[in-house]
């Protein structure tokens, strides 16, 4: 039999407890309440930047800027590029996705690895691999041919996860209905696929409408080319700034499309069922043939020519291309952008994180909304946003390093508030009880106990804000202060002048750089269905 507590020890600890602390029960500590709104509303900046121009500027400045044959042209591009790239880039990751995860086609593990190995390889870099090429592609046949291979790897991740994780029963069903294979695919498997379609083209649609260097490259004008280059002409004139709400527009409009794309349908079943293999469908030898050579194409457009032109430059140049005295401080300057950014990145994500599994509710489902909605838009907004802002109310930071960071964190926060989520998730709320109840302020037991467990997500999330930094290209030449270069920007000035040899090693760096963000990806997918 246990000893009775004494009825003084019994009374005196939860009096204590209650006085130095508050045990976590879903509400949440006020102080990490007030620091994620604080970063949410920060957020809210490019928004604000967005509605107060347009208010400022009035509706008869709009209509003049807006409605004129230059924004129609703009526009016309800009949907025909979204609206002829994002079937193809279904269809593609589609196929590629099916191929290596339902049938037996030769080397499909090999396959899976090189359609997503392209997206270590930067747009711009896919753009300025073609222009070397073929230095005449240009135009909107150009753009498609391009972002086709440069984006479906978003489309085929989901695509080939939700593939591995299907229920093979309910095909097993279908076909003891008398439904042929390819009907059951259509009307059974197809459908199940739609939240990762919808998704895919939601991100896919997203860099369409954001990307500057591939589509400025093989000169295929686009609402952030001409946003771009009217802000370099013009300094932050009227006409950048209606551009840009314009595209803002045109964001939120694709934002909206996938929600009502993605419907109210369930895909999930009530238990976890029996473990069981996939289906696997035996190919033809013609079919067979036909997926190979399908795969190989991919392969050698999305590999091979950026590849090839890289090693051909680098060879050109020699080794006098590696002796510049630019190249060596790039790479520091990115790195250490890189580390900041994300560490600040990491930092600001953490309240909003916390609330999400400690205390979920509307607040923190508002909270957590500002920060995705904010991430959809285009870099180049969020720049000019920030541009406005400080030269009207904080000029000492204007074109500073603090500039760069925070737009940083206003574009890349959801990379890491994801990934910290899940680490948080799997560290128990009583851990940070129990150290409460020892005394330990919410923040130490966060920092001490949550934090630690939580450490690998957070070190996941902070790789890809890291990795997103060393890419990113339009925020960072509107904002980093004067001389500033990174590998990103030193590319595009080399690439400027015409100078595509010594543009090879900032390409090749970078690559080499993104490689780790493309094989976290492509482990992930691999784990979250249990492969």
Request: with cysteine; charged share 10%.
């Amino acid at each position: 039999m246990p000893e009775p507590i004494p009825a003084g020890l019994a009374t005196t600890r939860p009096a204590r407890l209650s006085r130095r602390t508050r045990v976590l029960d879903g509400r949440g500590s006020s102080w990490v309440v007030v620091l994620a709104v604080l970063v949410s509303l920060l957020s809210l900046l490019p928004i604000g930047f967005v509605i107060g121009v347009s208010w400022y500027t009035g509706w008869a400045t709009i209509e003049a800027m807006i409605f004129r044959p230059r924004v129609a042209e703009l526009l016309i591009n800009t949907v025909l590029l979204v609206l002829i790239t994002l079937p193809i880039c279904i269809v593609l990751g589609t196929t590629l996705a099916w191929l290596t995860e339902r049938s037996n086609l030769p080397g499909r593990r090999l396959w899976s690895v090189l359609a997503v190995a392209p997206l270590a390889v930067p747009a711009f870099v896919h753009s300025y691999a073609w222009v070397s090429l073929v230095p005449s592609i240009h135009g909107l046949p150009a753009g498609v041919l391009v972002s086709v291979i440069a984006y479906f790897p978003f489309l085929y991740l989901p695509i080939s996860a939700t593939l591995r994780r299907l229920d093979p029963a309910i095909e097993d069903v279908a076909e003891s209905l008398g439904l042929k294979p390819w009907a059951v695919f259509f009307r059974v498997v197809l459908p199940q696929l739609r939240l990762a379609i919808c998704g895919g083209a939601l991100l896919v649609g997203l860099h369409l409408l954001a990307e500057y260097g591939l589509y400025a490259m093989i000169r295929f004008d686009t609402f952030t080319t001409a946003i771009f280059d009217q802000f370099k002409s013009t300094f932050n004139g009227p006409a950048a700034n209606m551009l840009a709400s314009v595209l803002a527009l045109c964001c939120l409009a694709m934002l909206t499309a996938e929600s009502t794309a993605r419907g109210k349908a369930r895909y999930a079943r009530v238990g976890s069922g029996s473990a069981r293999e996939q289906r696997t469908v035996k190919l033809q030898p013609a079919t067979s043939a036909l997926g190979l050579g399908l795969q190989l194409l991919t392969c050698l457009l999305a590999l091979g020519v950026p590849l090839l032109t890289l090693s051909q430059w680098l060879i050109a140049g020699g080794v006098e291309v590696w002796q510049g005295g630019e190249l060596l401080p790039a790479l520091l300057q990115t790195l250490s952008f890189g580390v900041a950014g994300a560490l600040l990145t990491s930092l600001a994500a953490i309240p909003i994180a916390w609330l999400s599994i400690r205390a979920p509710g509307k607040l923190q489902r508002l909270l957590e909304g500002c920060n995705y909605i904010t991430s959809a838009l285009p870099g180049i907004v969020v720049a000019l946003a920030l541009v406005t802002v400080t030269i009207h109310f904080a000029r000492p930071i204007y074109q500073t390093t603090i500039t760069v960071l925070l737009a940083y964190l206003l574009m890349f926060l959801p990379r890491a508030l994801v990934s910290l989520r899940a680490g948080f998730a799997q560290a128990p709320v009583e851990l940070e009880n129990i150290a409460q109840s020892l005394g330990r302020s919410p923040v130490r037991a966060l920092w001490l106990i949550t934090l630690r467990l939580a450490a690998p997500g957070a070190a996941a999330g902070a790789a890809l804000v890291f990795l997103a930094i060393t890419n990113e290209l339009t925020a960072t030449l509107l904002l980093a202060p004067n001389g500033t270069r990174t590998l990103a920007t030193g590319f595009w000035a080399m690439t400027s002048e015409i100078d595509y040899a010594a543009a090879a090693p900032y390409a090749l760096l970078m690559v080499l750089l993104s490689l780790p963000l493309t094989a976290i990806l492509y482990h992930q997918s691999r784990r979250s269905a249990g492969r």
